[in-house]
């Protein structure tokens, strides 16, 4: 996880934050012009797009260790969107998605084509060319998968503009059809609860004759990518399933690995 590019995010969100936390709060809400009065006393200038401030802290940076201090027990704060220009700090179970390092690894013949790689311009977007060229949402899931769009960004009711890396739409052997939001993590970063959060309210709003089946990926190694596949129930979002696929010239898959395949549980 990185830390915000421009110490001013730090000071502007800490502003915002015990400018309305009470003590023992699991809930402080704000909003949009919050940031441009936090700005003011503080004397500093802040982005002409004030989003960036909120988008950095939901998806690339941690929050300040001073405001971690004021999470309950067992919990750390997070951002959710509460509407359009509406935001909402959230104490929430710590929950982090790390992978497995038991995990056993599963060796796929790399396809990425050569020159995609060459041009790809950040970890994220290698990660996804990667993904969606080895076809592995289609071996993870099961199902038969396009990539219908990237970085989508939209609005959905309660929580304003989200974005998702990717959208795969699919169907099985029986017709039934399903859709896929995608979070792709590069470098170090890691995916957040919040993110998976938001694909399925995406998913309930924006396809609700589907089949939502969120699902997360991110680098362990330069040819290692982990996913995810998440669920809802009552303790919330879970992992339910989690695979590693190595990505390996054909001629590396040996006669002894397909053996040990076939011999693997579902």
């Known amino acids: 996880m990185t830390r915000p590019k421009e110490n001013r995010y730090v000071q502007t969100i800490e502003q915002i934050f015990f400018s309305r936390y009470k003590e023992g709060a699991h809930k402080v809400p704000f909003e949009r012009e919050d940031m441009v009065d936090a700005a003011k006393k503080l004397h500093i200038k802040l982005p002409k797009n004030l989003g960036d401030v909120i988008y950095s802290f939901r998806y690339r940076a941690v929050l300040p260790a001073s405001l971690q201090a004021k999470a309950p027990e067992g919990e750390a704060w997070i951002i959710r969107p509460m509407g359009r220009g509406r935001y909402c700090f959230v104490a929430v179970e710590e929950l982090s998605i790390v992978p497995n390092e038991m995990m056993s690894e599963t060796k796929v013949p790399d396809a990425t084509p050569g020159i995609v790689l060459k041009y790809s311009f950040d970890d994220e977007q290698a990660l996804l060319a990667k993904v969606r060229y080895n076809r592995l949402i289609d071996i993870f899931t099961g199902v038969t998968c396009y990539s219908l769009q990237n970085h989508l960004r939209t609005q959905v009711s ?48 924006k396809f609700p004759l589907l089949i939502c089946r969120p699902i997360g990926t991110q680098f362990l190694e330069d040819n290692l990518i982990v996913l995810f596949e998440f669920e809802e129930g009552e303790k919330g979002v879970t992992i339910s399933s989690e695979r590693h696929y190595r990505l390996v010239p054909p001629d590396e898959v040996t006669p002894d690995d397909l053996k040990n395949y076939r011999s693997r549980t579902l």
């Open 158 to 205: 309660g929580l304003g503009q989200i974005e998702t890396d990717e959208i795969y739409i699919g169907v099985d052997k029986r017709g039934v059809q399903y859709v896929f939001p995608v979070q792709a993590k590069g470098g170090k970063e890691r995916l957040k609860i919040v993110q998976i959060e938001q694909d399925f309210a995406l998913c309930k709003e």
